[in-house]
Structures are given as C-alpha cells and as structure tokens.
C-alpha cells in the first residue's frame, strides 16, 4: 500500500496534462469518477506531487534505495500513450523506483490486458457509459480485466449496481471511492479530451464521453 501511494505522489500528473496534452483533459481528483457521475466525491482528493514523501513512503515500505518494477504500456492506443509512459518512468526514477518499460502494440497489449499479463504495473485508459455502474464494475474481483480484488469494494460495486436511490447509491459510490484512493489501488492520472474533425456535410453529429458511436438522426448533406 505505502509504495503504491509512493508512486502516487511521485507523477506530477498536471505537467504531463499541461506538457503532453496541450492541457486537454483534467485531472481525476484522485478518483475513477468524472465529477458528472453519480457517486463523484468532492471531498476526495488527489495525490499531490510530492516527491519527498514520495522517497518516505518507500522507506517506510521497505526499500530506501528504490526499486525495480516492470512497466508495460501500449504504442498507438492512446493519445500520446507512449509519451506519457516515459514521463512517469522519468518521475518515478527521480524518487528512486527505476520503470523497466515494455512497449505493446495495440493486439499484444488487448491480449496481455485480457490475460491480466499487465501486472505490476500498465497503462490502461477506460472509456464506459457515463452511468457510474460500468466505471466500478471494471474493478470488481471477477472482472475479466480487472487487477484488483479487494471484497469490500466488491460488496460496494454490488450494493450500487442494485440500488434505486440516486441519494444512497452515490453514498455507496463515495465510500468505494475513499477505498481506492486509501489503497491507492490504482496511479489516477488524467481524463482526456476526444477530438473530433467533422465536416460541414455531416449534420447532427453528437460524440459520446464512451467513445461509442451512435449514427441514428445524422446525415450527410
């Protein structure tokens, strides 16, 4: 737990939106929730960039002269994924965990994703419907690729995915928020910005946040 908050504090996830993305994005406030959903929890906060604490968590864990730890991320999945890989590599080798880094292209990298062959560490976007539900049910124990198995959080995932409520159930969310962010569960980086080039014959074009594409009522002038 300690080295994951390590690595947590050790990206400075705003200079790679700022520097990489052109500022196209926002942070993730330290949770896998758009701020939109049901269940977003303003009192949860990232991790900031702290490379001190950084450098005391992983003594405290054990391992005051770093680590090692295989880094596997894809090539051409993502908008400058391979980028972005090499700025956390470079992050973390300044608080002393050396990122051995292995490049995928897209097949192999859905392959080793599906196999769960990511570990320890992967890059990984996720794009589901703007319903909070299919955000959460990716980290459900049983998920087939999901690299997280933690019962609570999976009684949560359960308890939201059945609730009627939109009052209790965005409580049920928040509590599972407040886990994974303890736990640091997973490196919250960024939610990125689809860019789209449509041309003036297309007419009621409307992108969804999934990514998901939905033809009905356009058309072509």
Known sequence: KRVRQALNYAIDKQAI????????????????????????????????????????????????NGLTITFKFPTGRYAQDREVAEAV?????????????????????????????????GFVGLAPADDPDPQWAQYRS???????????????????????????????????AQIMHDEASVLFLYQAVDLYGVTDRVKDFLPRGDQRWTLYGMSMA
Do not use: C, H, T
């Open 142 to 176: 049983d998920w087939r690729y999901s690299y997280l198995a933690n019962p609570e959080i999976d009684k949560l995932i359960d308890a939201g995915a059945q609730e009627v409520d939109p009052v209790k159930r965005a409580e049920i969310y928040k509590k599972a």
């Open 89 to 121: 590599a470079g992050m973390l080798a300044e608080v002393g965990v050396k990122a051995e880094m292995v490049s995928l292209e897209a097949g192999e990298f859905l392959r080793q994703l599906s196999a769960r062959e990511l570990a320890p560490m």
């Open 17 to 64: 939106l700022d520097s990489l993305l052109q500022g196209q994005g926002r942070l993730l406030s330290g949770q896998i929730l758009r701020k939109e959903q049901i269940g977003f929890d303003p009192a949860v906060k990232d991790y900031p960039y702290d490379p001190a604490k950084a450098k005391a968590l992983l003594a405290e864990a054990g391992f005051p």
